[in-house]
């Protein structure tokens, strides 16, 4: 099936590891442009070497998405740079699960409020899109209560609803905004991995939960996010897509 996706302009935010890597090079992989960024500069290289290797179209910079203004500025060279921007994707997270103030700050700054600034920077150009996507990673954490609970779970739910407000109010630009809901994904240096080896009986607990037998991939996350980001989700707006495998129970009405 042809996603529609070539020649379209995303931006991509966390890019190099997990879930936001995964997204990059699917959407690259359908024909897109795709920029990204990343805290460490390194790393942010040797991805676009590797997908640049590959023939895709990307490009990386190094940044804090805490930062707002190096975030912005991040936002008007690309969209310059590729003459627009179509596909908006905010995958970062601090990951700032436990208590304290300082999670609750680093969640709200990182998840939260990087995601509403992202957005804000790149309105403009999104208006001028015949196709526009907006699509914020969030979690099965943000839709019901488990270990992560507290300022993780919290920003998560608050991007959801957050996506839900915008895809309202710019529906009638033609613009869509939707969650994308993980549950457990696994990969090499990821947070999973870390629990593994260092909180073996919450490891052992979590996948047990997963009535699959497994974690997820990051590959089945970023598959979500790129269909929702063609335009033939074009009447997909306001929704949280929940990708977990069955781990959580709730019903979305």
């Known amino acids: ?26 959407l690259a992989a359908e024909g897109a442009r795709v920029a990204f960024c ?8 040797a991805r676009v070497d590797l997908l640049g290797g ?10 804090d998405v805490a930062d707002g203004d190096a975030l912005a500025a991040w ?10 921007i179509d596909i908006v994707v905010a995958g970062v997270s601090a990951l700032a699960i436990g208590p304290g103030e300082q999670n609750w700050r680093d969640s709200f700054e990182v998840d939260l409020l990087h995601t ?4 804000e920077a790149a309105m403009p150009h999104l208006e001028q899109s015949d196709a526009a996507s907006i699509i914020a990673v969030s979690s099965v ?46 990969f090499d240096g990821g947070v999973w991995q870390g629990i593994e080896t260092g909180n073996p009986d919450l490891f052992t ?4 939960l997963n009535p699959t037998g497994r974690m997820g991939t990051p590959d089945e996350t970023a598959f979500a996010v790129v269909m929702l980001a063609s ?13 977990d495998g069955a781990l959580t129970r709730g019903v979305q009405l």
């Open 141 to 186: 954490s943000g839709r019901e209560i488990d270990f992560a609970n507290g300022s993780y779970g919290v920003m998560k739910g608050a991007l959801v609803h957050y996506m839900s407000g915008l895809a309202l109010d710019l529906a009638p630009k033609g613009i869509r905004a939707n969650a994308v809901s993980p549950g457990n994904v696994y």
């Open 116 to 119: 509403v600034r992202l957005v």
């Open 75 to 84: 936002v008007a060279d690309e969209a310059r740079e590729a003459g627009g």
């Open 205 to 208: 607990m979590a996948m047990g």
């Open 1 to 26: 099936m042809d996603l529609q996706l070539a020649g379209r302009k995303a931006l991509v935010t966390g890019g190099t590891r997990g879930i936001g890597a995964a997204i990059v090079e699917q």
């Open 54 to 63: 590959k023939g895709y179209e990307v490009a990386g910079r190094a940044l």
């Open 38 to 45: 990343a805290r460490t500069e390194d790393d942010v290289r």
């Open 231 to 243: 335009p033939l989700a074009s009447r997909i707006s306001g929704a949280n897509l929940v990708v």
